[in-house]
């Protein structure tokens, strides 16, 4: 949709549309900042442009849609609650500038966290120039976010991405190409670790934000979510561990000695989380990490150094 191909309107006819966009966006209580993000995305306007409403004037503005086009995807944000990096088909996420549709979660601002934490781990550890130029993973793939962010913080470490989804791998490897990283990932469909035995016990690290909303919780979730976003990743099943606990009891056969183990969880979580890492034995600095908002939201761990895989003992 971001292409800007042959549909040419005039800046008074978008001046227009925006004005009747944003008033209607306010009688949606649906933020106004959506309207001139969609106009950047959609007509390549810029903000100072936006501001000053100089475009106003230009006799032509190229898009990618038409302007009746556009309104009827804006009119699905407002009626059926279509979020707007659906209608644009990209986000940004951290540098990056990901394409995304529905077989996608949208990448959230705070799971950007997780590679700043990675590359926090990897400089902390005893290992460091080993992890960073190691094999890592990112469980559950969906767009690729977490993938690309490993591949552009560690850049002689190859990357793993699995999905389940074909949809979503598709996605994933459009992005990798898009940003100049796809030589150094590979791609897999499957669930969690199970496209990757050959390499059991040689990854330095694994990152995943996995499905951990509880299911009854999920059908009570905002409307641009439930029923847009795919359910099968956000459903993490009863108490929302599902996903958790299996990536807590496998990796550890995965992961080398020193390893690293991080995911994103739902707040209320992280007790649950980091009794269950205790649990299992094989786990060592286990630490629980904030978002930007102070909601406890991660969890990472190291696979303890004087275990193996078959060796497990209380961490």
């Not at 004005?19 to 966006?25: G, L, R, T």
């Not at 997780?114 to 767009?143: C, F, M, P, R, Y």
């Not at 007790?271 to 649990?279: D, H, I, N, Y």
Request: negative net charge.
């Amino acid at each position: 949709m971001t292409n800007r191909q042959a549909n040419v309107v005039s800046g008074l006819q978008l001046w227009q549309w925006r004005i009747k966009a944003n008033q209607a966006a306010i009688a949606h209580n649906i933020p106004i900042a959506e309207v001139d993000w969609l106009l950047q995305e959609i007509a390549g306007l810029d903000r100072l442009a936006l501001r000053l409403e100089s475009f106003k004037d230009w006799s032509e503005v190229p898009m990618g849609l038409s302007l009746d086009q556009l309104d009827q995807l804006w009119q699905r944000r407002l009626g059926d609650r279509l979020p707007v990096q659906y209608i644009a088909g990209v986000t940004p996420w951290r540098n990056f500038r990901l394409t995304v549709s529905s077989a996608v979660l949208i990448p959230r601002p705070e799971t950007e966290c997780l590679i700043d934490l990675a590359v926090a781990a990897v400089a902390n550890s005893k290992s460091a120039l080993q992890l960073e130029q190691g094999h890592w993973v990112d469980l559950g793939t969906g767009s690729g976010a977490i993938a690309l962010g490993l591949a552009d913080a560690f850049p002689e470490a190859t990357i793993h991405a699995v999905d389940c989804s074909l949809a979503a791998l598709a996605i994933a490897q459009q992005n990798a190409q898009n940003t100049g990283l796809v030589d150094r990932m590979r791609f897999y469909q499957g669930r969690w670790w199970e496209p990757l035995t050959l390499l059991k016990g040689q990854f330095s690290g694994m990152v995943s934000n996995p499905p951990y909303i509880p299911s009854d919780i999920v059908p009570t979730l905002q409307p641009e979510v439930v029923n847009h976003e795919p359910h099968l990743a956000l459903d993490g099943g009863v108490d929302g561990l599902d996903a958790i606990r299996h990536l807590i009891e496998v990796a550890p056969s995965y992961l080398q000695s020193g390893g690293i183990w991080l995911i994103e969880m739902m707040a209320g979580q992280a007790e649950a989380v980091k009794t269950l890492l205790l649990q299992q034995g094989s786990y060592s600095n286990i630490q629980i990490h904030s978002d930007l908002a102070g909601i406890e939201r991660f969890a990472l761990a190291e696979i303890a150094s004087s275990l193996t895989s078959d060796t497990p003992s209380t961490a």
